[in-house]
């Protein structure tokens, strides 16, 4: 079915930026929507951003005019452009699609393995 590798996560200082990516591979018909959530130890996987097929964003409030997420449909792929990071922003950042393998099937959700996101002096 649908694979989804995330890579970028690392440690950077506040106020310094990371750029996340997610490829997409496998047996792959169509995707929707692809997006970044992440989690904080101890606290509930809550969404980033996402965006459309059509290339429309969707961001937390808490990451709006820091964030941007873009998409290359030909090379199923979904990055996230962080800047001016925060403490706060410290995570497990997991990449989902919305997508299909097959054009006899309901799309379903796909999710990566997950990147650690580390905002520390």
């Known amino acids: 079915q649908v694979q989804l590798a995330e890579s970028g996560g690392g440690l950077v200082q506040p106020g310094g930026s990371l750029r996340l990516s997610c490829a997409a591979s496998?047996?792959?018909?169509?995707?929707?929507?692809m997006g970044w959530y992440r989690q904080a130890p101890g606290k509930q996987r809550e969404l980033v951003a996402v965006?459309?097929?059509?290339?429309?964003?969707n961001y937390a409030d808490s990451v709006k005019g820091r964030f941007t997420i873009s998409r290359d449909n030909a090379r199923n792929k979904v990055d996230l452009q962080m800047n001016s990071l925060k403490p706060e922003d410290t995570a497990v950042y997991y990449c989902?699609?919305?997508?299909?393998?097959?054009?006899?099937?309901?799309?379903?959700?796909?999710w990566g393995q997950g990147t650690q996101v580390t905002v520390s002096s």
């Open positions: 496998g047996r792959i018909f169509s995707i929707n929507s």
């Open positions: 965006i459309s097929s059509g290339g429309s964003p």
């Open positions: 989902k699609a919305l997508a299909r393998y097959s054009d006899d099937v309901l799309p379903r959700q796909y």
